[in-house]
């Protein structure tokens, strides 16, 4: 099956219209129709239920969609890679959690850059499920993650535990002496998706049924909303340190509560340890 069929499938997924799917692909109704029809005629399942009020993706459709997706990202990956080597020496490709960026990777990026011009360096922001599963499929040379890596293509090296605090904006000095679990309830809480430790630890103090004022997994976004006085957040502590030395930022004391500490992973495609791009990066670092 060839690549503007799938990429049809994606696009429809996204916006289960046909006509709107038309328009983003510059194509005509007919021919998104005829590509979904050729393309569950060729898998013998049925991918999207279709009405006269609306498209809908079936059981089949959204199991096989992350598969297309990384397909096309795969596919538009190697052909940038091929055509690297002509302007450049090597290539680095990152994949990096937003929190870790923040806190470690974002000054690294501009030294890196001026250091080694002749190496050609993506970073990418993702989730530490999909980075792990780009690292494998050879995506990515280099991922930072908080999930242990169990896959034999790949390399992985602690390098230890983040901890978790409570912060907010220095106006908000409601609790001086420090905040108990049971006040938690009493705050305009904004919640960062910190990962799978965390989420447990929080859902023992809150229901599982419980709606935050604000719900994001990116920090840098919960971050801005705490400068604007927006509320308070659970933060990985190097992703604030910034704003903590400026005093834009100040950390709430928990009288009671003990957040988990997250540990936090570089992980290695094995095949590309030794590439020039891969070692330029271990050098400035300094791991071995």
Known sequence: MDYDTYKTFIVLSETLNFSRTAEKLNIV???VSNRIQELEKYLGKTLFIRSNRKVELTNAGKTFLPYVQRL????REGLKKLNI???YQDYLNIGVIDSIYRGSLA??????LVKFPAISLKVMINHSDQILQLLTDGVLDVGYVQIKNKSPKLESYLLGQQ????VTHPEHQKYPEGISGKDLYQLRLLFADLGDGFNEWIFNIFPRNYTFSFHIDQISLIIECLQAKLGFAFVVRSAVQRELLKRELVEVKLVDIHPPTIASYMVINKKRKKAPGVQRWLELIGAP
């Open 163 to 166: 901890e978790i605090i409570l």
């Open 72 to 75: 096309i990202v795969i596919e």
């Open 107 to 112: 000054h690294l990026v501009p030294t890196y």
């Open 85 to 87: 080597f002509s302007n």
């Open 29 to 31: 109704q007919s021919t």
